[in-house]
């Protein structure tokens, strides 16, 4: 019995390997496709987030799950360690203010993020007639594939 391979059967298996490949990358370039990049991520987080303010929900507590999704594991606990200590906090960390307007879920500008290797970075304003802006710089962090907030700070 012979091991060889006719040349009709070597250009069959080249075929072959061609299209896996290729199916491998396509595949490969939509699942990191899939994956909302940083100007999402900021807006879909703040509409959540305010959203939970408004229905006066904790986000640490009624929609932890959701607010894993959005923000990075080492900020969230950094977070409750500051909310936890004898001393509190006397602001809100992602919104840099110690009140908020429901304005804020649906009206923000976000700036063309800077994006480095695995960090991004965008200034964001928050909008309301009532209450003015509030300006923060966000910065994202990828983990596992996403992009999560890492930090915030007010400008």
């Not at 490969?28 to 940083?38: K, R, V």
């Not at 991520?41 to 507590?61: C, G, T």
């Not at 906090?89 to 976000?110: C, G, P, R």
């Not at 700036?111 to 209450?131: F, I, R």
Request: glycine share 6%; net charge positive.
């Amino acid at each position: 019995m012979s091991h060889t391979l006719s040349l009709a059967g070597l250009r069959a298996l080249r075929l072959l390997v061609v299209c896996i490949l290729s199916l491998g990358g396509t595949l490969l370039m939509s699942a990191q496709s899939e994956a909302p990049g940083p100007e999402k991520v900021i807006r879909d987080f703040y509409a959540w987030y305010v959203s939970q303010l408004v229905a006066e929900k904790d986000p640490f507590k009624a929609g932890r799950a959701e607010l894993k999704r959005y923000a990075t594991d080492r900020l969230i606990r950094q977070i409750e360690k500051e909310r936890n200590s004898p001393d509190g906090v006397s602001s809100d960390y992602f919104l840099n203010a110690q009140d908020f307007d429901k304005e804020w879920a649906k009206n923000l500008t976000i700036s063309h993020p800077v994006a480095k290797n695995d960090q991004a970075t965008a200034n964001v304003e928050l909008k309301s007639a009532a209450m003015g802006s509030q300006k923060l710089r966000v910065t994202l962090a990828r983990d596992k594939g996403s992009w999560k907030v890492d930090k915030v700070a007010g400008l």
